[in-house]
């Protein structure tokens, strides 16, 4: 059964890089799906970060795209997220999940259990 | 960006009866060439992430009981669950993908009354 599983710090200091990875169990990740993260601040809604296609070509939200960056490596089959310069308001649930190719699979039927993130100092 | 608004925020309904949770967006979400609304409807329950229960605005999600249904066109959708079972109680999330970025809906929690 495909997993997606969220692994990084769980504690970022305010003005440093937040960065996480999203390991791909039992599936390829080059397979014909994007790749995603989203976040949730504590007892918040969900805000799409930005998504992935194997070949590297990436989709971001414009509210983050100047401080995200979204990798794939296909030899280790996992994906990471580059999030620049934190606040308070990036500390959230940090979630991975998979969507489909085509602007009509763009739902995210596959998710990680979550990571938070916490900005402090 | 596509605003997702959703009412009520809270909803509680006793067991058995119907609960109904609406979703509109700031513009249409509907694609003519193929028919179908982007719209798409997750449950998340405490400590877990969401899954989807309807997307394409009334197509079920494989193995999601048939008391869940969706429906509406357009800009205004709506989630049913036709008898209220203990295991629903969550927050409703509605999601738009027709245009980027992708957007969500604040989200409707569910009790039991």
């Known amino acids: 059964q495909v997993h997606l599983q969220e692994s990084g710090p769980g504690l970022v200091k305010p003005s440093e890089t937040l960065s996480l990875s999203c390991a791909v169990s039992d599936h390829s990740i080059s397979s014909p799906y994007y790749w995603g993260w989203l976040r949730q601040p504590p007892g918040k809604g969900l805000q799409w970060i930005g998504s992935i296609f194997h070949s590297g070509y990436t989709h971001y939200n414009p509210s983050l795209q100047s401080r995200v960056t979204i990798s794939v490596d296909t030899s280790r089959n996992q994906f990471s997220l580059r999030l620049t310069s934190v606040t308070a308001s990036d500390t959230a649930v940090y979630y991975c999940a998979r969507h489909g190719d085509y602007g009509e699979y763009w739902y995210f039927d596959l998710w990680g259990r979550g990571t938070l993130a916490t900005v402090s100092s | ?113």
């Not at chain 2, 193929?34 to 877990?48: C, S």
């Open chain 2, 1 to 113: 960006d596509i605003v997702m608004t959703q009412s009520p925020d809270s909803l509680a309904v006793s067991l058995g009866e119907r609960a109904t949770i609406n979703c509109k967006s700031s513009q249409s979400v509907f694609y003519n060439y193929n028919n179908k609304n982007y719209l798409t409807w997750y449950q998340q329950k405490p400590g877990q992430p969401p899954k989807v229960i309807i997307y394409w605005a009334s197509t079920r999600e494989s193995g999601v009981p048939d008391r869940f249904s969706g429906s509406g066109s357009g800009t205004d959708f709506t989630l049913t669950i036709s008898s209220l079972q203990a295991e629903d109680v969550a927050v409703y999330y509605c999601q738009q993908h027709h245009s980027s970025p992708i957007t969500f809906g604040q989200g409707t929690r569910l009790e039991i009354k």
